[in-house]
Nanobody, 123 residues
Framework: VQLQAYGGGMVQAGGSLRLSCDASGRTFRAIDVAWFRQAPGSERESVAIMPWRGDRRYYADSVRGRFIISRDNAKDTWYLQMNNLKPEDTAVYYC?????????????????WGQGTLVTVSS
């Protein structure tokens, strides 16, 4: 599976961006997908997770209520809609996917990663 993330950019606080991640290389439906981010000087952290089974979504406390993860199986793409952005959301955002049955919560379980897209939120 090859992943390509895009949609980042610079926005003022309170603004919105939508990130996209295109997947190619294998059947898209049976994989768990997620977004992670890494701010300067910080470790990479989970932002939003969407398992392929069921309708559940998982969000970091810092983004819950502002970010929405979704997917379009027909396009082999998933998204991260980011609303009411804050300066602390500034980071490189990575999309990730996994095909194994291991926990969706562990970053190390994700097999495939996009190259990252930079989001900068100014105050």
């Amino acid at each position: 599976v090859q992943l390509q993330a895009y949609g980042g950019g610079m926005v003022q606080a309170g603004g919105s961006l939508r990130l996209s991640c295109d997947a190619s290389g294998r059947t898209f439906r049976a994989i768990d997908v997620a977004w992670f981010r890494q701010a300067p000087g910080s470790e990479r952290e989970s932002v939003a997770i969407m398992p392929w089974r069921g309708d559940r979504r998982y969000y970091a406390d810092s983004v819950r209520g502002r970010f929405i993860i979704s997917r379009d199986n027909a396009k082999d793409t998933w998204y991260l809609q980011m609303n009411n952005l804050k300066p602390e959301d500034t980071a490189v955002y990575y999309c990730a996917a996994k095909t194994n049955s291991a926990s969706v919560y562990m970053m190390s379980n994700y097999d495939y990663w996009g190259q990252g897209t930079l989001v900068t939120v100014s105050s």
